[in-house]
């Protein structure tokens, strides 16, 4: 706790003064970073610390201080690349099997799709096809895009990559619904003889994608993608 | 203040109600008023509470196929899912849908009901950083969606009533959404207002 009572809180950030949030300038017209100014905001509580230690424990909630989540683009690449390898499984195994009088039918998630898009339902149709197929894609091939250009502190686009990863925090979560749908209707068809429903492993390998890709957003650092060379580099040497 | 989305430094914002400040460099949300918060807040997570009881205890829908009935709740759901071999996606079916929602909703009035007395809840800290990393696993939203897929999944089989459960899991995902909305990270200020001031 000595590196905490070192490290000063900074009044002058946390004082509740100035109208809508104005940046601190570091000349260029560009916002200062916590990084460059020898700042380290708690990931737990937000408590701002000056000249705090690398690892040393915030003097308002006790979790350990960090300027960058710790190995996150390692960390990244590798719930990313075992996501990569779920989808594949996820997509042509079956997810659910009905057995009724009229015989037994093994359904992937596409034959699904294409079961809602022959009868009719096409809106219904192009709903799971997004929820199930498009966004688990797309998240996988974003955070790729990421994690990549984070690891070559690539300039390239900054702003719209800050977007793409809003954007996979809020729809990350919406391809659980195929595993929902699977989970109900096994639950509920169970009538012996004449209709039954029992989800297939493909629903597993499925959830373990959702859940490998949203690890793998969560464990991602958005403020690499920022970070100029120099802070960067040096960061990634301290926590690697 | 600082953006956690790209490390830029702010001074703290002075927010009016129902105001957001968004950084304007990646526009990740900085900050939300927070003023009347703890107050709108715990009656919302105590008739959560209610209507997450109300969903979980009774049947959500139930099936007719040539007078047979077939019914199920969502804790019913995962033990069929589970006695199939599938326990894994049983447990995130089960996770995600009511035990995390749940711990929020626990913790959140275990924090606020001694908060509102000025008082700081046993571990405090423990809590709030349990909460934080809760928000993003609680999918009730998403399984109200996947009821409605299935219900339309099996008209065309069968005959579907809504249960009683459905109805509560609407209204609890409307609720929720308000409840989950406000961030945790207000808490800490609220909770220690001399800390505040001292650095002020």
Known sequence: ?240 | MVCEGCDAVFRRPALGRREVARCPRCGTELARHHGLQQQRILPLAVASLILFAIANLFPIVEIELRGLHSQTTLVGAVVVLSGEGMSLVAMLVLATTLLFPLAQLLILCWVLVPLARGRRARGFAWMLALLQSLRPWGMVEVFLLGVLVATIKLSGMATVIAGAALWAFVALTVLLTVVVSFDPRGLWDLAFPADEEAAA
């Open chain 1, 1 to 240: 706790m000595s590196t905490t009572a070192r490290a000063r809180r900074m009044a002058a950030l946390a004082a509740h003064a100035a109208t809508p949030h104005l940046p601190v300038r570091a000349g260029e017209g560009e916002p200062a970073t916590a990084a460059q100014q020898g700042l380290i905001e708690c990931h737990r509580c937000s408590a701002v610390w000056q000249d705090a230690p690398e690892g040393a424990a915030c003097g308002r909630c006790g979790a350990r201080l960090h300027r960058r989540k710790r190995q996150s683009i390692a960390l990244t690449w590798a719930l990313l690349v075992a996501a990569a390898i779920m989808y594949l499984p996820a997509n042509l195994l079956p997810v659910m099997i009905t057995r009724s009088l009229f015989g037994t039918q093994q359904d992937t998630i596409l034959s699904g799709v294409i079961f809602f898009w022959v009868s009719g339902s096409y809106g219904l149709a192009a709903l799971i096809f997004t929820a199930s197929f498009l966004v688990p894609l797309f998240k996988l091939s974003a955070l790729f895009v990421l994690v990549a250009m984070a690891q070559r502190h690539s300039p390239w686009r900054r702003r719209e990559r800050a977007r793409l990863y809003q954007l996979l925090e809020i729809i990350g979560r919406w391809s659980m619904l195929d595993v929902f749908v699977v989970a109900l209707l096994s639950g509920l068809v169970r009538m012996q003889g004449l209709a039954e429903i029992t989800a297939g492993v493909g629903i597993a390998a499925f959830g373990a994608v959702v859940v490998l890709t949203m690890l793998a957003s969560l464990s991602f650092d958005p403020r690499l993608t920022w970070d100029t060379d120099t802070h960067a580099m040096q960061d990634d040497k301290t926590t690697t």
